[in-house]
């Protein structure tokens, strides 16, 4: 019994990767959530989605920001259930850093 016990103990560290680093990146043609381990600089999962985008004339580009949220949150949902899925508590994520395409701009009312 020992042995199987100090066997799980090592299986359990080996997925204790310390914290965690969460990115949003939301870009012209998908949005993605990755998460790295902070000290590694490993990617330890992500999730990644297409969105849509119309060109009403040449040169314009429009996205429904509506889209574009709802895009951000389902792969910070996807990731976070694909890291307990690898045993690995989403609590861990101690930082969020995001990207975009640099010069949207959405106007909420």
């Known amino acids: 019994k020992l042995i199987l016990l100090d ?3 090592q299986e359990i560290e080996m997925k204790s990767y310390g914290p965690l680093i ?3 990146d939301q870009g012209t043609s998908s949005t993605r959530f990755m998460v790295f381990a902070a000290e ?3 990617l330890l ?3 990644q989605v297409p969105v849509h985008t119309v060109s009403p004339q040449p040169g314009w580009s429009e996205q429904d920001p509506n889209e ?3 895009t951000v949150i ?3 949902d996807e990731t976070c259930n694909k890291l307990q ?3 690995i508590d989403p609590s861990d ?4 850093g995001i990207t975009n395409q640099r010069e949207t701009t959405i106007v909420w009312d």
């Open 45 to 47: 999962t992500f999730h």
């Open 93 to 96: 994520i101690k930082a969020v």
């Open 7 to 9: 066997s799980l103990l």
């Open 22 to 24: 969460g990115a949003i």
């Open 40 to 42: 590694s600089c490993q």
């Open 74 to 76: 389902e792969c910070i």
């Open 85 to 87: 899925k690898l045993e």
């Open 68 to 70: 574009l949220l709802s």
